[in-house]
């Protein structure tokens, strides 16, 4: 909407998704920086902010519910499955959003 305004992704409807991005830093409460191509390395520091770290290398990684990223979807009736990349290594998650398929 042209606000800058970041929202998490909810799989369970149209009206919470698609992500067009993933939070790749937590700057504040209010401000976080958000990347939408190229791979992105997290640390271990991020494991609080992040619970889905550390990831397993080479596995695809989707939009859950409540803006989580998981390895393993599973959306309701009405809701979506959206991949948003992979796992090079337990840190490094590769960006490849793709288009939402409706459930």
């Not at 992105?40 to 889905?52: E, S």
């Amino acid at each position: 909407n042209g606000s800058d305004a970041v929202s998490l992704v909810d799989n369970t409807a149209a009206a919470t998704g698609p992500a067009l991005g993933v939070v790749v830093e937590l700057q504040t409460q209010t401000t976080a920086r958000v990347q939408n191509v190229g791979s992105y390395l997290y640390t271990v520091g991020d494991v609080p902010f992040f619970p889905f770290l550390p990831m397993t290398p080479d596995v695809v990684y989707y939009v859950d519910t409540l803006g989580n990223i998981t390895d393993a979807p599973n959306p309701p009736s009405g809701g979506f499955l959206q991949e948003i990349g992979y796992s090079k290594t337990d840190y490094e998650l590769v960006l490849n959003i793709q288009e939402p398929i409706f459930v």
